[in-house]
């Protein structure tokens, strides 16, 4: 997007901390740091082992405490006055662990606050429309921190021809990993969000993070039915080819042939085997 006269003020520069979830979402990272780009934040990404939160290693608090601390001080040192967040956990440790131990330069936004608060630039962007009935995928927790439950319906609401569903129902916890060490949570979370699509009449259903998308994609399954994250949506409005690589492999019968053996190389064939594979070959829940 070119910089017009009336943007050139609102130009920001911030740092993009997108966590942990390069290994799994990487076209989400990439498609989210062009979203920010095109909205006028220059923002610089920064995450994986060298900007945790600390929460991989909660069970010692001597060493999250540790990891948190080098975060925060990296992200002084840039002089940005902005961190965007995209993970929600890494969004509540910075407010809950990080800042109070050791004292931030900056504000922190989550992406869909600093889109939302950009409609004007992000707006005229949205030249493609998108035909389609959606219902978004809500929990109780982050909401409270910031109201993306809220936020992110009125962000799809700018895409022409995409109708957002209203539905009450709230998942608890902040994020469908939550709910992992909670034996059937996942099955009846995801039982409920089918009827609650069917009882609205909803064409697909965008999630708003990360581990949701992941336990989302499989309703696609034998259902004639989508799910989208949100940042695939706006990127389809803009034209951008949105592909979603984690759903199609997850919901390949061979994922390895569809990923190819140039991509596993790359990452490596340890990794991808022990780490990667048996996820996308789990059954899926419902």
Known sequence: MAVTADHAQKQDRAVFWYGCNMTRHGELIRTSARLLEAVGVA??????????????????????????????EKFNATGAPHVVTWC??????????????????????????MLHARQDWLRPLLANRIELRVLVHQHHGFNGRVPVNRIVPELLRLIPGVTVLENDLRIPGHMC??????????????AAQLEAAAAVGAQAIVTIFHSCHREMVTLERGRDLQVFNW????????????????KTWRNATNPRAEIGDARIERAGEVAFTRLTEPELL????I
């Open 231 to 246: 940042v695939h949506l706006l990127a389809r409005a803009i034209g951008w080819d949105a592909v979603d690589d984690y």
């Open 43 to 72: 923002a610089e990404p920064a995450g994986g082992p060298g900007h945790c939160c600390g929460a991989p290693k909660e069970a010692s608090s001597r060493i999250a405490g540790g990891m948190g601390e080098r975060t925060v």
């Open 282 to 285: 789990r059954p899926a829940t």
């Open 177 to 190: 990993s939550a709910l992992g060490g909670t034996e059937g949570a996942m099955y009846a979370t995801q």
């Open 88 to 113: 929600p956990t890494c969004h509540m440790n910075m407010q809950d662990v990080m800042v109070p131990v050791t004292a931030a330069k900056f504000s922190t936004q989550h992406i869909s606050e």
